[in-house]
DNA sequence: CTATATGCAAAGACTTTGCAAACCG
DNA sequence: CGGTTTGCAAAGTCTTTGCATATAG
């Protein structure tokens, strides 16, 4: 077995209640990986690579648990299924464009200090927020200007 | 047929090159009363009541063309299926809490400002964006307390 | 009469569950 | 052993499609 990328992940694991079982490290190792927001067809596809009898019913519930567990946020941009990424360090919001889905992350301190202000006036306590902006990226918008 | 109500949706439809027949007066009339965000499947009760023989697959086409003509807009909350409300007349983001799934509508032009810096800082142009944020109501805040 | 719109049932896409076998401690 | 986890297939949920009928202009 691969020892040497699973074993921080392995204690990641662990340190958050969870077996850590090879298939659940290769699920992670795979969102931490590639730092995408990947859907679970493609997690499947990239876990099956290395264990080829993996069911996809596997990866949902592993994802499952790693999202209640903290590790893993799921995302539904647009009307799309379920993309799925490592739980980021510090939380960040999304560019997504509308042409190629590409995403971008950015960060806006102020937006958050924002959005505290506007929950306290309505009475709520925050849990957690998501802001998605949708547009076209640079690279589709010279592609436009190409065409015309 | 219920005249009164219908007319100027008839022609708010009409105006957006929607053929304004007496189904999607009814999707539409249910929304823009409701104000709310409503389930395909809540749309399809509240029309049922109306038109008893009314099938889910209308209530989803009919959403599909008011979504498409911009008169609705369809939202996915949390994990959820998705809800759907009368486009409002200026754009605005939501508070959902998570116990009770109360869903307030609020406003922030200054975010809107931030938001446009965060694209530019990125070369994305804005085409529309989402603010969602998640967290306990006062109602569901104050079950908690006696609760405890 | 042609084109669009609708109901119904069947199909689809994505996700979850049931269950027996495999695993782990 | 005794509880977890897994694969597989079946079931579920929400949504879309196909097709014949109904409706509208």
Redesign the interface.
Known sequence: MPAAAGTDLTEHLRSHGIHPTQQRIRVLKVLVDSRAHLSAEEIHGLVRAQTPRIGLATIYRTLHTLKEKGLVE?H?FN?EF?RYEAMPASHH?H?I??ECGKV?E?D?P??EQ??L???K??????????????????TC?KLHKKES
Do not use: K, T
């Open positions: 799921e539904r009307d379920s919001d560019l464009c509308i971008v950015f806006q102020l937006i924002l959005q202000a506007a929950a006036e309505n009475h709520f306590s925050i849990v957690s927020h998501r802001l998605e902006i949708y547009g076209i990226c640079e918008a």
